[in-house]
């Protein structure tokens, strides 16, 4: 049993006994103490005072002196005002540490194979333009929440809705048509999806272009819009798509092959996957069936245009439309259709989507109109409702070329990595080829870190300087300390595991503080959907190991027996670092 549920216990037994007070032990909260007393975990009594009708301070000494007879494990307390701070005896932390360190999976949780999938939905990107960089916040926080769920004994599946027809596509396709002259990947050299994404702004250019003669000629904006020829042409052949023109769609399939094998290109590069992938162009029909029940059950209501609606101003919204007036579906419609098809796939009910805040209004309403339909599992809907990215230098637009390509990004990152790895000049005992890997996984190290230990609700500013720095709560710092750590226990060779019996300083006991919450930690994180509670538990614990080894020696330790339970606790946290790093999709290098 760990500390803290002992101490509940204990304290719970301790209420009971002297005052009379029934409290369930899962119900006691006990917080860290704060570093300017001393204690380890500390309880707040003022909530029995009343009950106990004694002084904050005479209840606190009380429970303390009784919650110290009875758990060994307690070494003493202290009472500051209404908190109780408890005292851990070296023993319990050093009894920890013999017997988690040698656990290479010490906080995980292995998960059921028949458990109840929990889906997770992330990148959804559209097949007109590359991944950029807010793409990159979306697939790391959905790889990594999918890790994290995993990590704490879900049964996960990632899935991704590739959003594969529309206006946007065809402005592409219609561009490249115009203007391409048959030019391919194969005889361009470029990636398919970055071939595609560069008609899709020759596309813009053109229509611009083309509002403004018109606006010259006296047609209001608004009109010259919706007039211009190259807008009205783009329209058409969606309708030729829509209508299965096999000219239109032939031309749509090879361009769309293009951007897939450029997709998958890019999520190997960010080490991100899939266990399916739906596409828009199988699934926007779906949902009608369930536009009719939701008529037949009275949930929805159909207009004298024909077009059918869901009031939910009862719900603190507006009405919101189902299918147009022509039968047509909308991406509401889709989404309904979809989540229940995924329920079916999978048997799942905990539905989650990673999708940016400024959807917040659709799931809402795509939660409440499930739930209306008779689904019970309409609850367990969730939205990972995530803030945009931006670079120094401002907002990234699509349409006028303006994102920081995902791939570009990347190289980037990389090519910064080489340069500061060289710099330091510790790796010239590797070889070329781990050399570029090392650059590799510190670039991404780099990369995913900055983006995740970001709250997901949060908007963030990504610096790329910033973020390879090896100092300070960056990847690359993390990195290079599991590296560093590892370095030791090669050199240390064989360690046992004793009943140490020696006293532990106040680095060594910060450390393994740290380490004892780490499956705490995981719990909240994943309850949470937040794998920056994960990254910055990494840091913490980084940064805690930095400042024991800079104060204690560790190989030159004459006492043996210290040394063994250095170097014990050495082989523990490279594993926590190991393990946090992989729930963020970081790989974490045995040299550097």
């Known amino acids: 049993m760990v500390i803290t549920d002992a101490l509940t216990q204990a304290v719970a037994a301790a209420l009971k006994s002297l005052y009379g007070i029934e409290q369930e032990a899962g119900s006691i909260q006990l917080q860290d103490t704060r570093k300017e007393f001393a204690g380890d975990y500390t309880l707040v009594v003022f909530p029995y005072v009343k009950q106990a009708r004694k002084s904050p301070e005479a209840v606190g000494s009380e429970i303390g002196e009784e919650v110290k007879k009875n758990l060994a494990e307690v070494s003493g307390y202290n009472v500051v005002k209404g908190f109780l701070n408890f005292e851990i005896a070296d023993a319990y932390w050093l009894r920890f540490v013999g017997e988690r360190a040698g656990e290479s999976r010490f906080g995980l949780v292995d998960a059921g194979k028949d458990d109840i999938p929990v889906v997770v939905e992330y990148s959804s990107p559209n097949t007109n333009k590359p991944l ?137 590069r960010l080490g991100v996957g899939f266990d399916k992938i739906y596409y828009e162009s199988n699934t926007y029909l779906l949902g009608k069936e369930l536009v009719q029940k939701g008529l037949d059950m009275g949930v929805l209501f159909r207009k004298e245009d024909g077009s059918v609606w869901c009031d939910l101003t009862a719900d603190g919204l507006d009405q919101k439309l189902l299918l147009r007036r022509d039968g047509t579906s909308v991406y509401m419609t889709q989404d309904l259709g979809t989540a229940l098809l995924r329920h079916k796939d999978f048997g799942a009910e905990r539905l989650i989507y990673v999708v940016g805040n400024e959807q917040d ?154 380490l004892h919450a780490l499956p705490a930690t995981l719990q909240q994180a994943a309850a949470a959907y937040s794998p920056a509670m994960v990254a910055n538990y990494a840091y913490d614990l980084a940064k805690a190991f930095n400042s024991f080894y800079q104060d204690t020696p560790i190989l030159k330790e004459e006492n043996a027996e210290v040394k063994q339970m250095r170097i014990a606790l050495c082989q523990f946290v490279a594993n926590a670092l190991k393990n946090t790093m992989d729930i963020l999709g970081i790989e974490v290098p045995e040299r550097m």
């Open 132 to 268: 950029h960089l807010g793409h990159i916040r979306n697939n790391l926080l959905g790889w990594s929440v999918s890790r994290l769920l995993e990590a704490t004994g879900a049964n996960v599946k990632k899935v991704n809705l590739v959003n594969d027809r529309g206006i946007h596509i065809c402005k592409s396709m219609l561009a490249w048509q115009r203007y391409g002259g048959g030019e391919t990947p194969e005889s361009s050299g470029m990636k398919g999806d970055h071939l595609v994404g560069k008609y899709y702004v020759e596309f813009d250019k053109h229509y611009k272009e083309e509002v403004k003669h018109l606006m010259e000629s006296g047609v209001e904006e608004e009109q010259a819009k919706k007039e211009a020829p190259i807008m009205q042409e783009a329209q058409a052949m969606l309708k030729r798509w829509e209508e299965g023109d096999a000219e239109v769609r032939a031309l749509w399939e090879k361009m769309n092959g293009w951007v897939y094998k450029g997709f998958d290109e890019t999520y190997a």
């Open 361 to 514: 209004y659709h799931f809402k309403v795509l939660k409440l109109i499930l739930g209306k339909l008779g689904f019970e599992w309409a609850d367990k809907v969730y939205h990972l409702s995530y803030g945009m990215v931006e670079l120094p230098s401002g907002k990234m637009k699509s349409r006028e070329g303006t994102v920081v390509d995902a791939d570009d990004l990347i190289d980037e990152m990389e090519k910064t990595a080489e340069e500061m790895s060289r710099e330091r000049g510790k790796n010239d005992e590797l070889t070329p080829e781990e050399q570029q890997h090392l650059y590799h996984i510190l670039a991404l190290g780099a990369l995913k870190y900055f983006i995740l230990k970001v709250d997901p609700t949060k908007n963030m500013l990504f610096n790329p300087a910033e973020s390879i720095d090896f100092n300070g709560n960056t990847g690359p710092f993390i990195q290079y300390t599991h590296a560093r750590i590892r370095s030791i226990v090669r050199k240390a060779g064989e360690w046992k595991v004793d009943n140490w019996n020696v006293a532990m300083n106040e680095k060594e006991r910060g450390v393994v503080k740290i």
